[in-house]
T-cell receptor, first 113, second 114 residues
Framework: GDSVTQMEGPVTLSEEAFLTINCTYT??????LFWYVQYPGEGLQLLLK?????DKGSNKGFEATYRKETTSFHLEKGSVQVSDSAVYFC????????????FGKGTSLLVTP | EAQVTQNPRYLITVTGKKLTVTCSQN?????MSWYRQDPGLGLRQIYY???????DKGDVPEGYKVSRKEKRNFPLILESPSPNQTSLYFC?????????????FGPGTRLLVL
């Protein structure tokens, strides 16, 4: 079945460092790909999305490009801030799994001053 | 303010004692869903509802029940809770199933079953 695999955390970075969180997917069709963020004590929020190959999603300085050739959707940010500390989830959706999203296991990011 | 509310936020109970976690949304959304979040497993869908009186199983429905008698409410029922249902639960809603990625998530309910 469809699934996503993302790098395990926790990831600890200093403020202003470059961030990459890897995400790869397995799908039989042409899924849409998403990144969600979960701040401490809160529910998930959609961070960005891409609906077809070569699309780039971006929001709040984060970017991810839908790479069909490598089945990847890595999350990047050029300069992280302490306020970016959260858990990040990669997700896949194609309407073939109970209209649900398939989430990765999450990657915890801690940014230190 | 558009929101999804869940109650209670924290609950400690004992094995076999029936409980209900309520979920309500004020956005007139058609699609609602319940997830559980466990360390190392991410989010897994329990049940979803595409509209009133329409519900279906997600990936991990065993031990849970839901109902959708009105559009705004989607309670999660544990008839006989067991310790393996100790988890963090999230309710979510979206305008419809097509836009499921734009789900609004509730704040979560942390459940401990002793």
């Amino acid at each position: 079945g469809d699934s996503v695999t993302q790098m395990e955390g926790p990831v600890t970075l200093s403020e202003e460092a470059f961030l990459t969180i890897n995400c790869t997917y397995t799908a039989t069709g042409y899924p849409s790909l998403f990144w969600y963020v979960q701040y401490p004590g809160e529910g998930l929020q959609l961070l960005l999305k891409a609906t077809k190959a070569d699309d780039k999603g971006s929001n709040k300085g984060f970017e991810a490009t839908y790479r069909k050739e490598t089945t990847s959707f890595h999350l990047e940010k050029g300069s992280v801030q302490v306020s970016d500390s959260a858990v990040y989830f990669c997700a896949l959706g194609d309407g073939n799994s109970g209209y649900a999203l398939n989430f990765g296991k999450g990657t915890s990011l801690l940014v230190t001053p | 303010e558009a929101q999804v509310t869940q109650n209670p936020r924290y609950l400690i109970t004992v094995t076999g004692k029936k409980l209900t976690v309520t979920c309500s949304q004020n956005m007139n959304h058609e699609y609602m869903s319940w997830y559980r979040q466990d360390p190392g497993l991410g989010l897994r869908q329990i049940y979803y509802s595409m509209n009133v009186e329409v519900t279906d199983k997600g990936d991990v429905p065993e031990g849970y029940k839901v109902s959708r008698k009105e559009k705004r409410n989607f309670p999660l029922i544990l008839e006989s809770p067991s310790p393996n249902q100790t988890s963090l639960y999230f309710c979510a809603s979206s305008p419809d199933w097509v836009h499921v990625e734009t789900q609004y998530f509730g704040p979560g309910t942390r459940l401990l079953v002793l």
